[in-house]
């Protein structure tokens, strides 16, 4: 049979794992030419890739006399023999078996085994003083994997013991700074058809078991892209970033990692011809990149070594430059990030690179974090422009908005990432789209003090992730604006149980209980609160008004001593709250201490002046004036109080002299002008 051009062409669009355009290319022809064997041939294969494999198999006799009938055949032989050793696996392991099918096809079509098709999946992790994560890594891996293979590159803890304690394939490897020459011995270590990419701080999900089984049965694919949800909240799964690398494949002559950092398997499988698409219901769980065990394992440095040198052997590389910047990120230096990824983008030769909507991201959310909003908003603008714009885009755009208080524009921008859906194996903290969009906009209106619309929007946020602690904070926030004080208590408690914001809920309660005027309550949350985190003036001067409405002026100041060494500004609080307690004496030594580390401040000697004056002490309250106005001789006021602490003395025409001059300066000061008739009159 002649090759019918349309299939010639649906074969290179193959080749060149374009899928989606040989399915087109054959569903036009086939309209035409409905029974033609070639057509349909090339048709069943396509849809294979797509998972329609059953399909193929039951239209496989209208393709007699096609040039690839025998080809299909065998095609979908291995398929269903793959299918056939899930399935006594199922059996063996005590589950139902829920694949009879395979066995009617292999009945008609008897096939032999070749070398590499098979379903046995090797776990393959490098590993260095990792026992602190890897029990809970292979423990995952129970029931999901054949075997387990376990490289140790210099671990100086428990680590191996732990792998053996699991069964694992022992293998050691001399660490020479490259990833992927680690990665590659363990894969040569392995038995199995797949292997499975897993690192020691990651965790399968459970669903990776069906999963698997399914893509295991598929040989014509050379690997699955997973979702792999990084954790980034200590304890929590609420911070969280995703991205889908290649991370089960087949274990082929010539299937290796390259790179040394930031390995990848994909470019030996596009070089093998094999393709790759995802598993869209399988998990991986990271929590490398909470703060604590990145810290720990003083991972940062390392790579950002690693990384620096692989930028300086090639500058204008944009994968390494996304990977350095990225770094810097999570380093916290966001000058470097922002320029680094900036040159990431520059050099990016079109779009399509699946790092450059998160290269924007970077790019975008660097310079908000430093501090440089106005230019964050102009990267947005630019992103939006190309074919990474989108839902996450309009979401940094609508947050670095809002920092700028441009609030109209942040409320659009926001709306449009509302109208967006998350792209299927987009890369970005999903949480955006999950529920985070829903509190942005809450807190604009908060911002806005819409507080009606802003708790309609943390409810909205609730509903969908409960328990969301800055729209819970936000929600009683918002609740205390609206005067409802039960419910703002309620959530409030709600969020107490979360480490993370329990003392801001505390802090939360204590407003609560001091806009009920129980301030011994209030006192007791200002106080918890404040333990936490001892350098937070603001609760503490929230605690310490709670206790000097108790009438107890002197312990939050007395406390506050023994984390920090009091400043002059500190001290004159002190001295209020002590003369508001009408404890002058002490208020007064409060004073002077103050005086002493401050002697160039004014208010310090005219709060002194004014207790002095309260205690009768006009001599020594004229002399602080005296000294005050010599640092602030403009001060109208300070004229005045001078003139009071003379006239006390009996010394009229000193005091006339004051209040001229504090008229002088401002000729509306009322009681210059009857304190001066009084004196005149005199």
């Known amino acids: 049979m002649i090759p019918h051009p349309v299939a010639q062409q649906a074969r290179e669009s193959l080749r060149q794992h374009q899928f989606l355009a040989a399915r087109e290319q054959l569903n036009q022809a086939l309209l035409k030419e409905p029974t033609n064997p070639d057509l349909l041939c090339e048709h069943l294969f396509v849809e294979s890739y797509f998972g329609n494999e059953e399909v193929a198999s039951q239209r496989f006799a209208e393709t007699i006399g096609a040039p690839r009938h025998h080809d299909l055949e065998l095609f979908l032989s291995r398929y269903f023999y793959c299918r056939q050793l899930v399935a006594h696996k199922q059996l063996s392991t005590g589950r139902p078996r829920t694949d009879v099918s395979a066995d009617g096809w292999l009945t008609q079509h008897p096939y032999t085994p070749e070398p590499g098709i098979g379903t046995r999946i090797s776990a393959c992790l490098i590993v260095k003083n990792e026992e602190a994560v890897l029990e809970k890594c292979l423990a995952s891996l129970q029931g999901i994997v054949d075997e387990i293979v376990v490289v140790d590159t210099g671990s100086t803890d428990r680590t191996m013991e732990i792998a053996r304690h699991f069964g694992a394939i022992e293998g050691y490897f001399e660490w020479v700074k490259d990833f992927s020459a680690a990665r590659n011995h363990a894969l040569s270590l392995a038995t199995g058809e797949w292997a499975l990419w897993i690192?020691?701080?990651?965790?399968?999900?459970?669903?990776?078991?069906?999963?698997?089984?399914?893509?295991?049965?598929?040989?014509?694919?050379?690997?699955?892209?997973?979702?792999?949800?990084?954790?980034?909240?200590?304890?929590?799964?609420?911070?969280?970033?995703?991205?889908?690398?290649?991370?089960?494949?087949?274990?082929?002559?010539g299937v290796e990692f390259s790179e040394p950092i930031h390995e990848q398997i994909t470019p030996s499988l596009i070089n093998l011809g094999l393709p790759w698409t995802p598993l869209p219901a399988a998990r991986i769980h990271h929590d490398g990149y909470r703060e604590e065990l990145v810290k720990s394992k003083d991972k940062v440095k390392r790579t950002l070594e690693m990384l620096e040198k692989a930028v300086a052997s090639n500058p204008n590389d944009p994968f390494q430059l996304f990977n350095l910047a990225n770094t810097q990120f999570v380093a916290k230096t966001y000058q470097q990030a922002a320029e680094t990824a900036?040159?990431?983008?520059?050099?990016?030769?079109?779009?399509?690179?699946?790092?450059?909507?998160?290269?924007?991201?970077?790019?975008?959310?660097?310079?908000?974090?430093?501090?440089?909003?106005?230019?964050?908003?102009?990267?947005?603008?630019?992103?939006?422009?190309?074919?990474?714009?989108?839902?996450?885009?309009?979401?940094?755009?609508?947050?670095?908005?809002?920092?700028?208080?441009?609030?109209?524009?942040?409320?659009?921008?926001?709306?449009?990432?509302?109208?967006?859906?998350?792209?299927?194996?987009?890369?970005?903290?999903?949480?955006?789209?999950?529920?985070?969009?829903?509190?942005?906009?809450?807190?604009?209106?908060?911002?806005?003090?819409?507080?009606?619309?802003?708790?309609?929007?943390?409810?909205?946020?609730?509903?969908?992730?409960?328990g969301y602690p800055a729209a819970l904070l936000g929600r009683g926030n918002a609740l205390v604006q609206l005067n409802r004080l039960n419910d703002a208590e309620l959530t409030y408690r709600m969020a107490l149980s979360n480490p993370a914001t329990r003392w801001d809920a505390e802090r939360g309660l204590g407003i609560v209980a001091g806009a009920r005027g129980d301030y011994a309550a209030a006192g007791r949350h200002y106080k918890s609160a404040w333990d936490a985190n001892p350098n937070d003036l603001t609760v503490w001067e929230s605690w310490a008004f709670a206790l000097i409405k108790m009438g107890d002026p002197v312990t939050p100041f007395e406390m506050l001593k023994k984390y920090r060494p009091l400043d002059a500004g500190l001290l004159m609080k002190w001295a209020d709250a002590?003369?508001?307690?009408?404890?002058?004496?002490?208020?007064?030594?409060?004073?002077?201490?103050?005086?002493?580390?401050?002697?160039?401040?004014?208010?310090?000697?005219?709060?002194?002046?004014?207790?002095?004056?309260?205690?009768?002490?006009?001599?020594?309250?004229?002399?602080?004036?005296?000294?005050?106005?010599?640092?602030?001789?403009?001060?109208a006021d300070g004229w005045f109080v001078l003139g009071n602490a003379m006239a006390q003395m009996n010394l009229d025409q000193g005091a006339e002299g004051c209040y001229r001059q504090a008229l002088t300066l401002d000729p509306n000061h009322a009681r210059a002008k009857a304190n001066l008739q009084v004196v005149i009159a005199a």
């Open 578 to 635: 002590l003369a508001g307690a009408s404890r002058l004496e002490e208020a007064l030594s409060c004073f002077r201490e103050a005086m002493a580390l401050a002697p160039q401040d004014s208010n310090v000697q005219f709060s002194c002046g004014d207790l002095l004056y309260r205690l009768g002490y006009y001599p020594q309250a004229a002399e602080m004036y005296h000294v005050g106005l010599q640092l602030r001789p403009d001060f």
């Open 342 to 466: 900036e040159k990431c983008i520059r050099n990016i030769a079109a779009a399509g690179a699946d790092y450059g909507s998160s290269a924007f991201q970077i790019w975008a959310t660097a310079l908000d974090m430093d501090g440089r909003s106005e230019e964050a908003v102009k990267v947005c603008e630019i992103c939006a422009t190309t074919a990474y714009g989108g839902i996450v885009n309009e979401y940094l755009w609508s947050i670095a908005l809002y920092n700028l208080n441009r609030y109209d524009e942040a409320h659009a921008a926001v709306d449009r990432c509302l109208a967006l859906t998350w792209p299927e194996n987009f890369v970005g903290d999903k949480a955006i789209a999950d529920f985070r969009r829903y509190g942005h906009k809450a807190m604009i209106f908060s911002a806005q003090e819409n507080w009606k619309e802003a708790l309609a929007w943390y409810d909205e946020t609730l509903a969908r992730q409960p």
């Open 199 to 253: 690192d020691a701080d990651e965790q399968l999900d459970p669903t990776c078991l069906d999963e698997f089984e399914k893509a295991v049965c598929r040989p014509h694919i050379g690997g699955f892209s997973i979702e792999i949800v990084n954790y980034l909240d200590e304890g929590g799964t609420v911070t969280e970033f995703v991205h889908s690398p290649t991370r089960l494949f087949r274990r082929l002559p």
